[in-house]
Nanobody, 125 residues
Framework: QVQLVESGGGLVQPGGSLRLSCKASGLTLDYWTISWFRQAPGKEREGVAC????????YYADSVKGRFTISRDIAEKTVYLQMNSVKPDDTAVYYC??????????????????WGQGTQVTVSS
């Protein structure tokens, strides 16, 4: 049974940093890609960052490029999202999702088979 559990969310001031974790069980990161998405109130869920399982190539939304970094620990079955220089617009529920194999459209929600329950990130002074 595949399960994804996010952690690390919370309240952070603008300009601050936060690291999110996505712990996976029931799958191996050698064969599954895990990506990060977010959904702000009243908005559609959007792709934030992806690291493909096969070659570790990374993809980022334009809005987070240069500020967010995705990484993974295969042995720990955990994918991280390091968030630096956060802005109020980064406020959202952040989800991780798993896709078997490298996704054709890394930041598209379609094609991902499993989702975590989400973790709230609030950027506010």
């Amino acid at each position: 049974q595949v399960q994804l559990v996010e952690s690390g969310g919370g309240l952070v001031q603008p300009g601050g940093s936060l690291r999110l974790s996505c712990k996976a069980s029931g799958l191996t990161l050698d064969y599954w890609t895990i990506s990060w998405f977010r959904q702000a109130p009243g908005k559609e869920r959007e792709g934030v960052a992806c690291m493909k399982n096969n070659d570790e190539s990374t993809y980022y939304a334009d809005s987070v490029k240069g500020r967010f970094t995705i990484s993974r620990d295969i042995a720990e079955k955990t994918v991280y999202l390091q968030m630096n220089s956060v802005k109020p617009d980064d406020t959202a529920v952040y989800y991780c999702a798993a896709d078997l194999g490298p996704p054709a459209n890394p930041l598209d929600t379609e094609g991902y088979d499993y989702w975590g329950q989400g973790t709230q990130v609030t950027v506010s002074s």
